[in-house]
């Protein structure tokens, strides 16, 4: 059985700047993260696996099926829940 071709890769930078390696600053900022939380959909090329491998320790990498399934995990979890109805008749 074969597995899916990964299209696109999500990538969220998780760490800040600080004491990071200008080689490292200038990776992540030409592929257009330069704040933390920030998130951008790059295309699965061998260049950008290149890329992402090299400042892996500071970013997570989700396929992008992956990042729809927990969004809409995290989505609910945040729905509203049925409300509870006590009744206290005893009869």
Same mark, same amino acid.
């Given at each position: #059985? ?8 999500? @990538? ?10 200008? +080689?490292h600053?200038?990776?992540? +900022? ?17 260049? @950008?696996?290149?890329?992402?491998? +090299? @400042? +892996?320790? #500071?970013?997570? @990498? ?17 729905a ?12």
């Open positions: #059985m074969q597995q899916p071709l990964v299209k696109s890769f999500v @990538v969220t930078l998780k760490r800040g700047f600080a004491g990071t390696k200008e +080689k600053i200038r990776l992540l +900022k030409s592929i257009g993260l330069q704040r933390r939380e920030q998130i951008k959909e790059l295309r699965n090329t061998p260049g @950008v696996r290149g890329l992402l491998d +090299k @400042v +892996k320790h #500071m970013i997570r @990498v989700e396929t992008d099926q992956d990042y729809a399934a927990r969004k809409a995990s995290e989505l609910a979890a945040r509203p829940r049925p409300p509870i109805i006590v009744s206290h008749k005893t009869s």
